[in-house]
């Protein structure tokens, strides 16, 4: 199936976007591909995919910036990397996965729109909470094919743990080792079917990544862009519920 310009266009704005906070953008891609009909069994994989290189390069850009802590990264990440591969195992039905992923749909518009303002200082992070943060959603990143940053900064943010730039820089690393494992699951249950078109897909999101990479580093955001993918996601999530 050839989806055309306007489809290509979402994906690589998507990933400028999304990259420039140092998430992998999975969640608006799956919500692109779900307007563009496309089945459940290819966007999982294809998004996941996505994520390694727009995650990977978003990562790479912050670590250059002195933007990284592994103490931060190592609690979250102990347990979601195991659970992302169960998650990724398991079939499920495609009317749970349409209601699943609406809601994370739901869930990033909230955290675009009405995200906490940047905190001034941080806290030492509880390790047992963090464990508990983390295979949930490594659980549920492999469940339906997202990184689970879109869901890790908001509440890195909120708890006052990390700076915006350090939530970035782990935000984009948990995402990227999370695909990687999502990405295992779907291979030893031969379920990795990505879309046919997924070398374009990843040459733009290489592409829109270095772009929003760059962009975040130099501390520039674009409020068009935040309010045009949040109705994407927007009609995606009622898609995904009504139809």
Known sequence: MEYGIVFYALIFVTAILYSSVGHGGASGYLAIMAIF??????????????????????????????????????????????MSFLGARLQINPSTYKIILGIFLLIAITRMLFAARKPVDTKPINIP????????????????????????????????????????????????LNSASGIAGLVSRGGMNPVAEIYILIALGIGGSLIGSHMGRARLTSLKLTYLLAAVLLFASFKLFYF
């Open 129 to 176: 909470l963090a464990l508990a943060i983390g295979a949930f959603l490594g659980f549920f990143s492999g469940l339906i094919g997202i990184g689970g940053g879109i869901i890790l900064s908001p509440i890195l943010l909120l708890l006052r743990w990390a700076t915006i730039k350090e939530t970035a820089a782990v935000s984009a690393i948990f995402i990227f």
């Open 37 to 82: 009909a496309v089945s459940p069994e290819n966007m999982r994989a294809s998004a996941l995919i996505l994520n390694l290189f727009v995650a990977g390069i978003s990562f790479y850009s912050y670590y250059r910036g002195g933007f990284f802590r592994l103490k931060l990264l190592l609690p979250f990440i102990v347990l979601s990397v195991p």
